[in-house]
């Protein structure tokens, strides 16, 4: 069984070529707009500025165009957690420093309009489409749940936390800081935050109280 601190599989699209990264960004949109049952591989095309062919040529079908959308968004979101585990330990011995890194670009991740769009997708289409969320279940879920995994049984090994089952932590790391974010954005003065929602030194003081509250339950 597949476990977070099992090495996600990285996908091919950084870098993609300016065709295909525009076919997937319009594909996105559309799926968004007009819900991906309505969306038509032509309606794509034009929105991308290609042509039909071209579509095709790249993606063949409409499934296998939602599943690229995906992978080109675990891409980016493995992308920015990888850089993270690039820093040696001893340069923050405090665990809280490296885990702070880490739930800022987490939250970078849940807040990127890619994210926002996919997001909103999945909770029109889902019920309709169960197949597209176990895409995005598998595909995206999973290896960021992976990655997280990874750099917290990093510092465990590091003696820095003790963490007994990552698959747990993970879960708990990733609630907390997407949890507040999603508090006060969308709860605003109901979860503390100003009436007209958080500005960034509120997002940011939310995921060091965040991280604080791990650290606490999870330091040796």
């Known amino acids: 069984m597949e476990g977070p601190t099992d090495r996600p599989r990285r996908p091919a699209p950084r870098g993609l ?28 095309a034009r929105e991308a500025g290609v042509s039909r062919q071209t579509v095709y040529s790249h993606f063949g079908d409409k499934d ?40 800022r670009r987490l939250a970078g991740i ?32 999973r ?5 997280v995994g990874a750099h917290l049984t990093r510092l465990a090994h590091g003696g820095l936390l003790r963490i007994d089952d990552p698959v747990r932590a993970s879960g708990q790391f990733i609630a907390l800081v997407w949890g507040t974010g999603w508090q006060l954005s969308a709860l605003r003065d109901v979860a503390g935050a100003a009436a007209d929602g958080p500005d960034e030194a509120a997002l940011a003081a939310a995921r060091t109280a965040s991280v604080a509250l ?7």
Do not use: C, N
């Open 214 to 220: 791990f650290v606490r339950g999870y330091r040796p």
């Open 17 to 44: 070529p300016a065709k295909r990264q525009a076919i997937i960004d319009a594909a996105l949109r559309l799926f968004v707009r007009h819900g991906f049952a309505a969306a038509r591989l032509e309606d794509v």
């Open 64 to 103: 296998s165009l939602f599943q690229a959308v995906v992978e080109a968004h675990l891409a980016m979101a493995l992308e920015a957690l990888d850089e993270v585990r690039a820093d040696p330990l001893d340069a923050a011995p405090d665990p809280a420093a490296q885990l702070d890194e880490l739930a």
């Open 143 to 147: 290896p960021v749940f992976a990655e």
């Open 110 to 141: 849940a807040r990127d309009p890619r994210s926002v769009a996919l997001r909103q997708l999945l909770r029109t289409e889902g019920s309709r489409r169960p197949e597209l969320f176990e895409i995005w279940r598998t595909r995206v879920a």
